[in-house]
């Protein structure tokens, strides 16, 4: 059974930084894509970074949405089987539940999220 258990989402304000982590089990993880979406209230989930998986020369390559390049990072350590995403410069549209996203041979799992709430 797939597991995805997002952490370290809070309250921050505008301008802070959060780092939230997700622990994956029951997965081939280094083989999978890893990614975080969001949802705000009232907007659809959309993607806010990924990383690839073990693939060959397109391994562990990350990809970021335009509205958090440059201020987000997205990591992973497959010893431990968990990703991250580094945010900075945190603002007020970034407040929504964000998820944790595993994909393996073309079968999607999901975390149960994590609330990040910046204020201003």
């Known amino acids: 059974q797939v597991q995805l258990v997002e952490s370290g989402g809070g309250s921050v304000q505008a301008g802070g930084s959060l780092r939230l982590s997700c622990a994956a089990s029951?997965?081939?993880?280094?083989?999978?894509?890893m990614a975080w979406y969001r949802q705000a209230p009232g907007k659809e989930r959309e993607l806010v970074a990924a990383?690839?998986?073990?693939?060959?020369?397109?391994?562990?390559?990350?990809n970021y949405a335009d509205s958090v390049l440059g201020r987000v990072t997205i990591s992973r350590d497959n010893a431990r089987k968990m990703v991250f995403l580094q945010m900075n410069s945190l603002k007020s549209e970034d407040t929504a539940v964000y998820y944790c996203?595993?994909?393996?041979?073309?079968?999607?799992?999901w975390g149960k999220g994590t609330l990040v709430t910046v204020s201003v």
């Open positions: 029951g997965i081939m993880f280094s083989a999978s894509t």
């Open positions: 990383i690839t998986g073990y693939g060959g020369s397109s391994s562990y390559r990350p």
């Open positions: 996203n595993a994909e393996f041979v073309k079968r999607q799992y």
